[in-house]
Structure formats: C-alpha cells, structure tokens
C-alpha cells in the first residue's frame, strides 16, 4: 500500500532554510488522480497546511508562507520537497506530508482531503 | 481566509456515550469538509471527506452531516479507541486549506 515518508535535518538554525523531502513508496508520485501536500503541527498546536503540488510542478502555496516557500517535484525519484527561508522558532513544528485527493467540480479540478500521511518529522528551529 | 470553528474544544464522555462534534466556517463550503482523527504522536487519519463520505475502513459508528456553514461529526457509540483529538477542514478555498482547532475527546 501507499506509504509517504519524510526525511531532513531534525534541526535548522534561525534564518537558515529548512529542507525536507517527502518519497512515496507503494505508488506512483506520476499520476493525475492526487496532489502532494505539506501540512505541520506546532508542539501542543493545531494543524496548519502549508502547500501543495502536482506531479507537473504546479503549486497551491499558503498565502502566509508563500514569500518563504519553494516545493518542487521529482518524479525520477517518486519524492517531493518543502524548502523554507528565514525561518524562526515560530517554524518548530512537526511537519507532515500526504496525499491529497482530487475535488471534481464541474468546470474545475483541485487538491482535496489528506487521505494518506507520512509519520511527521520534528523539525526544531534554534541555534 | 475561511475560519473554522469547532465546539467543543474538550468533551468528556463514558464507553456507549453518543458523542457529537460541531464544525463551523466563516463562510460556505459547500459540502468540501474533512473530519480527522489524531492520537497522540501520530499523524492525523482521515474519517469523513465531501461531509458525509465515510472512508472505506473507518468504522460505521462514525458519521458526517451538514453543508454551508455548519457541520457535526457524530459517534453513535464511543469505543475505547476513539479517545484522540479530532479536526475538521475545509477544502473548498485553498487560499488556504484551513483546519478546525480541534476537539480532545477524553475519558469522563
């Protein structure tokens, strides 16, 4: 079945650049049927989505990190990837990837509910 | 953005308790609500998409309803395993895709 997991450094210094970088196993990243998304959990906090992308590159950005944010696909390798600039402790956080079903809408096609997600990483912003 | 609200924020209940969550958006959404399910360190699990769609393998005593503005997840019969925290979220704007706060769901 469908697994996501996602890797990078468990600690980035304040105004660095986070990275992380979701594989999907079990499945093909290559497939017009879903969108990849990115979503984190600040430490006792509720859920925040922060972008989601395509298999052709496309992106759907949260307005409030879109100035800070870059994803960008490979699908040689069924991976995709969140990188974040300037990053604070306001960014410590667990950070999620996971699948995003389509919504059909008549004259419209777009990025729906998060069926499927990695375990999370912890990613601590501190120096 | 569109707000979503959820009541309330903590409910205590007893195994065989009918149990109900309420949802709200700031706006409509039409029918484009998830319903979530998290326990502690783990991530989320999807329960209920289009409001009202079960997910194939989430138990039968979990159901959806609404649309517009207001929406309630309902658990016929609390079991010991759904003591978690639940979120719903919206997906008709994904300017952007916002979750609830959250219910915990605890023992009474």
């Known amino acids: 079945q469908l697994q996501l997991q996602e890797s990078g450094p468990g600690l980035v210094k304040p105004s660095e650049t986070l990275s992380l970088t979701c594989t999907v196993s079990?499945?093909?990243?290559?497939?017009?049927?879903?969108?990849w998304g990115w979503i984190r959990q600040s430490p006792g906090k509720g859920l925040e989505w922060i972008g989601t992308?395509?298999?052709?590159?496309?992106?759907y950005d949260n307005p409030s990190l879109k100035s800070r944010l870059t994803m960008i696909v490979d699908t040689s390798k069924n991976q995709f990837s969140l990188k974040l600039s300037s990053v604070t402790a306001a960014d410590t956080a667990v950070y999620y990837c996971?699948?995003?079903?389509?919504?059909?809408?008549?004259?419209?096609?777009?990025?729906?509910?998060?069926?499927?997600w990695g375990q999370g990483t912890m990613v601590t912003v501190s120096s | 953005d569109i707000q979503m609200t959820q009541s309330p924020s903590t409910l205590s209940a007893s195994i065989g308790d009918r149990v109900t969550i309420t949802c709200r958006a700031s706006q409509s959404i039409r029918s484009w609500l998830a319903w979530y399910q998290q326990k502690p360190g783990k991530a989320p699990k999807l329960l209920i998409s289009?409001?009202?769609s079960l997910e194939s393998g989430v138990p039968p005593r979990f159901s959806g309803s609404g649309s517009g503005t207001e929406f309630t997840l309902t658990i016929s019969s609390l079991q010991p395993d759904d003591f978690a925290t639940y979120y719903c979220?919206?997906?008709?704007?994904?300017?952007?895709?916002?979750f609830g706060p959250g219910t915990k769901v605890d023992i009474k």
């Open positions: 992308i395509f298999y052709s590159g496309s992106t």
């Open positions: 079990g499945g093909s990243i290559s497939t017009s049927k879903f969108y």
């Open positions: 996971a699948r995003q079903g389509l919504v059909l809408v008549p004259g419209t096609v777009g990025p729906g509910s998060f069926d499927i």
């Open positions: 289009k409001a009202s």
């Open positions: 979220q919206q997906y008709n704007s994904y300017s952007p895709f916002t």
